[in-house]
Every structure is written in structure tokens, then in C-alpha cells.
């Protein structure tokens, strides 16, 4: 069974970084891409960024172009989201998720697995 725990969410002021992990197990993820979702107050989720497990090409939001870096450690089955000059629109619970399917990115990408979120807070 897959299972995505995300940790390192916080309150965090304007301008200020912050680093989140996705620990992901249950099977190999070779093949699949993983991503960046979150949801703010009122709003709908929206994607944030994506990585592919093998080849490691990346996508991102406009929104955080510049400032959010994806990535992934192999050894430890883990990905990570650098996240720099935050700014307080960035604050939202931000989700891990896991695709096998073919949109891995963007407004229509579709995701089979979701962790339970973190909750990010950014203070002006």
C-alpha cells in the first residue's frame, strides 16, 4: 500500500524559507511522477510543482516559479520542496501525491495517491 507522510510545514514569516519532505513507501517509484498540491482557506487545491521519479524533469506553478525547488533523494524515497521568499498568499496546507497516469502536471493533473498535508503558514 502507498503511503506519503509530509513533514516540515510551520509558521513562518514574509521572505522567510521553509522545507518540506515527502517520505513515500509501499512500492517503487520508478516510473511515476510525484507532485506538490496545496489548498488555501476557501480555495480550491491547485498544483504547486512535480517531479518525474526517473529522468527527474520538474514542472512548476507560475506562482512560485523562482522560489520552489522540487526534488528527490533516491536512497531515501523521498521528495522535497525548497521553498524560498514566502510570501503570506503562499500559506495554505500544502499535500504530497503520487501519479502513474500521463498529466502529471498543471491545472489537470491527475494523482492517485495523496498524503495527509501539512500545514504552512506564512506571517506579513
Known amino acids: 500500500q502507498v503511503q506519503l507522510v509530509e513533514s516540515g510545514g510551520g509558521l513562518v514569516q514574509a521572505g522567510g524559507s521553509l522545507r518540506l519532505s515527502c517520505a513515500a513507501s509501499?512500492?517503487?517509484?520508478?516510473?511515476?511522477?510525484m507532485g506538490w498540491f496545496r489548498q488555501a482557506p476557501g480555495k480550491e487545491r491547485e498544483f504547486v510543482a512535480a517531479l518525474k521519479w526517473s529522468g527527474g524533469s520538474t514542472s512548476y506553478a507560475d506562482s512560485v516559479k523562482g522560489r520552489f525547488t522540487i526534488s528527490r533523494d533516491n536512497a531515501k524515497n523521498t521528495v522535497y520542496l525548497q521553498m524560498d521568499s514566502l510570501k503570506p498568499e503562499d500559506t495554505a496546507i500544502y499535500y504530497c501525491?503520487?501519479?502513474?497516469?500521463?498529466?502529471?502536471?498543471?491545472?489537470?493533473?491527475?494523482?492517485?495517491?495523496w498524503g495527509q498535508g501539512t500545514q504552512v503558514t506564512v506571517s506579513s
Open positions: 501525491a503520487a501519479t502513474y497516469g500521463s498529466i502529471w502536471y498543471g491545472p489537470l493533473a491527475d494523482y492517485n495517491y
Open positions: 509501499g512500492r517503487t517509484f520508478r516510473g511515476y511522477a
